[in-house]
């Protein structure tokens, strides 16, 4: 069973910043590209940064400033680095990412069960 897990999630200040992880374990022959997507209350859920294995990033609309996405590879894992967070960024972080399961012999979309992220003003 493969499975990606987020950490880091929690309570901070308006103005604060916050890192969050992510790592993938399980029956993993390949890790492709990974992301961080979030889903704030009354919004869809959306793309806040993709990276791939050669570390080629890709924002989702109006996340280049504050974001700061990287990867390690041989850990299987992605981090996100947020910077100045705002109140209305309260939501639940997830991770994604594409990998090459050995039970199923084939690429999969993975979600993590995502971290919350509670901003205070």
């Known amino acids: 069973q493969v499975q990606l897990v987020e950490s880091g999630g929690g309570l901070v200040q308006a103005g604060e910043s916050l890192g969050l992880s992510c790592v993938a374990s399980g029956s993993i022959k390949s890790v492709n590209d990974m992301a961080w997507y979030r889903q704030v209350p009354g919004r869809q859920r959306e793309l806040v940064v993709s990276?791939?294995?050669?570390?080629?990033?890709n924002y989702g609309k109006n996340m280049r400033d504050r974001f700061r996405v990287s990867r390690d590879n041989a850990k299987k894992t992605i981090y996100l680095q947020i910077n100045s967070l705002k109140p209305e960024e309260t939501g639940i972080y997830y991770c994604?990412?594409?990998?090459?399961?050995?039970?199923?012999?084939?690429?999969?979309?993975?979600w993590g069960p995502g971290t919350q992220v509670t901003v205070s003003s």
């Open positions: 990276i791939t294995t050669a570390d080629t990033v």
């Open positions: 994604n990412a594409e990998i090459w399961t050995t039970e199923a012999w084939r690429w999969a979309t993975i």
